[in-house]
């Protein structure tokens, strides 16, 4: 780490002050409305395309709002921004040099929109006018319609090719960005238009008169009448899924289950939606159903989606326990965004009363509404319960751990983390990884767990991470992420970028030395086909040699501890960690776990 820069990221990288700061470039233009429009933090791998804006925010903004956080590879500048909209909500800036960045940056681009987090990527180009372009370097990184190469998983695109034009471009794709349902935007700027003198008189446009809209309301009718169903039920479930970070949106959720005593599930998959020890979270979260999940969902007789991932599916996975016969209320504005090309809204689930909004726009009047029917009466317990105990217990006890030549399986890694941790109040979990065990999670707001990165892109996990920590810097909160071992191979140098800006966070590898979940399907294969399933290894496992992880962290400015063999030796190594995330520094513990999953 820079020694001469110990306070932190704002004081990382500040540049001698300019003799010339006025506007008058187009580039400093652009990046006059982008500070206005107050971006804290741009992600970004330089290059030549956007060198232009580069000057500007370095020597006309001052590297301030926003401020420049370099990346080793364009898909993690954009998993910074996914995992900073995560915590926070709101779009990051992420920029792509070029028709070859915004290639490398299409995966990551990918796992943002099928997460549907805000943010402003901006991209950019060579010359428009052939004419103009340098010989070679301009040919090769031009392309007529670069967006066309997101289109199909962004919100919106443009190109302008005029400092007007770029502004209302920029106004547009944060507006855009900030409609739920949230997704990513792509502006691509021309070099010519960076790069020109700016005409003497340019304003600004004044950004208040450009913000979003406010999700549109259920109509009052159809509020009245699943607060009816609602009011009526005798065993209702409530599906809480891709909700927002705000605490009063957290306790309004809370309210709303309490106010028709409501079974409640949630996902793994997302980020944390309702307490997870509240008496009405009877069923432990879950990244796939449980008998107990499967058990209320075919025996509701009402059941409220708060836009719950998939639901067709979680219906489907009830087809050998029993058909539902509950009436199902949908609550979700997703289909404002879905197009044909890659389905990842999942399939067309039924529906008895479809509220086309967001569920945090629904869940006050919808609680007035079932209140003014109830006289406000409240239910701390489910009015039912189920015949299927739907929380496991925590079993490891540290009197009795398995002998060391046993390993550590992943359930018993995962209680072990939960106890260390469970007098950190502050801790926060960035993701977990694959398998991991629903029954350890202790999620008590909005801020304990931001879920996985939604489009199933390995690599992803670092990132994202990085981008949870960054927004998580001023919040109190101590970020821990729980990361596969080829997740983390694949995006290492994303830690970097954390280390350079001074962002303390703790990764904890959950390294089985293999690609474990291809390794399982392989044994599905064998079993299928009356194949040896002892080869399902094969062209899977990560080690002879191992990969020293830890190794590869501190190349990245970590410090680091492990692998870590022996349960006996976890909850030391996990304290050290913490104490050195607390005092603001970058760690990372490696453990070495048995192949297998927890639930």
């Not at 979260?285 to 999940?293: E, G, K």
């Not at 479809?354 to 006050?364: E, G, K, N, T």
């Not at 992943?410 to 993701?431: G, K, M, Q």
């Not at 006996?568 to 104490?579: F, H, K, N, T």
Request: charged letters at 20%.
């Amino acid at each position: 780490m820079n020694k001469e820069s110990p306070n932190g990221l704002e004081a990382i990288d500040r540049p001698t002050p300019t003799d010339n700061p006025v506007m008058g470039w187009g580039s400093d233009a652009v990046a006059a409305l982008l500070a206005k429009l107050d971006f804290k933090y741009v992600a970004l791998v330089p290059g030549a395309s956007y060198r232009g804006l580069h000057d500007s925010l370095v020597n006309y903004l001052g590297n301030s709002n926003p401020q420049m956080l370099v990346c080793l590879h364009e898909e993690h500048a954009v998993a910074i921004a996914q995992g900073y909209a995560k915590v926070t909500d709101r779009p990051m800036l992420a920029a792509l040099h070029s028709n070859v960045g915004l290639m490398h940056a299409t995966m990551a681009i990918y796992n943002a929109w099928c997460d549907r987090r805000p943010m402003v990527i901006i991209g950019a180009t060579g010359p428009g006018d052939a004419n103009e372009r340098r010989p070679w370097i301009e040919w090769i990184h031009t392309s007529k319609d670069q967006g066309a190469l997101i289109r199909n998983y962004t919100k919106w695109d443009d190109e302008p090719r005029s400092v007007p034009a770029a502004f209302e471009s920029i106004l547009r794709a944060r507006q855009i960005a900030m409609t739920e349902p949230y997704g990513p935007t792509y502006i691509c700027l021309d070099v010519e238009m960076q790069e020109e003198k700016l005409e003497p008189g340019l304003k600004l446009p004044d950004i208040a008169r450009y913000e979003p809209a406010e999700t549109p309301a259920a109509p009052q009718a159809t509020l009245e009448k699943a607060a009816e169903w609602l009011a009526n039920a005798k065993r209702p479930l409530v599906l809480c899924g891709r909700v927002s970070r705000g605490e009063a949106d957290w306790d309004a959720r809370v309210a709303l289950a309490e106010s028709i005593g409501g079974i409640v599930l949630t996902d793994l998959k997302n980020s944390s939606a309702f307490p997870s020890e509240h008496p009405l979270a009877a069923v432990e979260i879950r990244a796939r159903p449980s008998a107990a999940m499967l058990e209320a969902l075919t025996t509701a007789d009402v059941i409220l989606s708060l836009d719950w991932l998939d639901p067709a599916g979680l219906f489907k996975a009830c087809a050998k326990t029993g058909p539902i016969t509950a009436k199902i209320i949908n609550v979700t504005a997703d289909s404002y965004i879905h197009n044909g090309w890659s389905m990842d809204y999942q399939a067309l689930p039924p529906v008895d009363l479809p509220i086309l909004a967001s569920p945090d726009a629904v869940s006050r009047p919808l609680r007035q509404a079932i209140e003014a029917k109830t006289g406000g009466a409240r239910f701390t317990e489910p009015k039912w319960t189920l015949t299927n105990p739907g929380k496991a217990t925590i079993s490891y006890d540290p009197a009795k751990l398995p002998p060391a030549e046993k390993g550590i399986g992943l359930r018993h890694f995962a209680e072990c983390l939960s106890l260390t941790f469970r007098d950190e109040p502050n801790v926060a979990y960035s993701r977990f990884s694959l398998g991991w065990p629903g029954h350890v999670c202790r999620f008590n707001g909005p801020l304990d767990y931001f879920g996985n990165d939604g489009g199933g892109g390995v690599g992803a996990g670092p990132g994202v991470s990085v981008g949870v920590a960054l927004a998580l810097r001023d919040k109190g909160r101590i970020p821990v992420a729980v990361l596969g071992d080829g997740d983390t191979l694949m995006g290492i140098n994303a830690l970097w970028t954390a280390a350079r800006a001074r962002i303390p966070m703790l990764i904890v590898v959950s390294n089985n030395r293999a690609y474990h979940n291809d390794e399982v399907h392989q044994g599905h294969m064998a079993k299928e086909r009356g194949r040896p399933v002892e080869n399902k290894w094969i062209g899977q496992r990560l080690d002879d040699p191992a990969v020293d992880i830890v190794a590869m962290a501190k190349a990245q400015g970590f410090s680091g501890e492990g692998p870590v063999t022996t349960l006996a030796d976890l909850p030391g190594a996990l304290r050290r960690g913490l104490d050195i995330v607390k005092g603001g520094g970058c760690h990372m513990v490696e453990v070495i776990i048995n192949p297998g999953y927890a639930d």
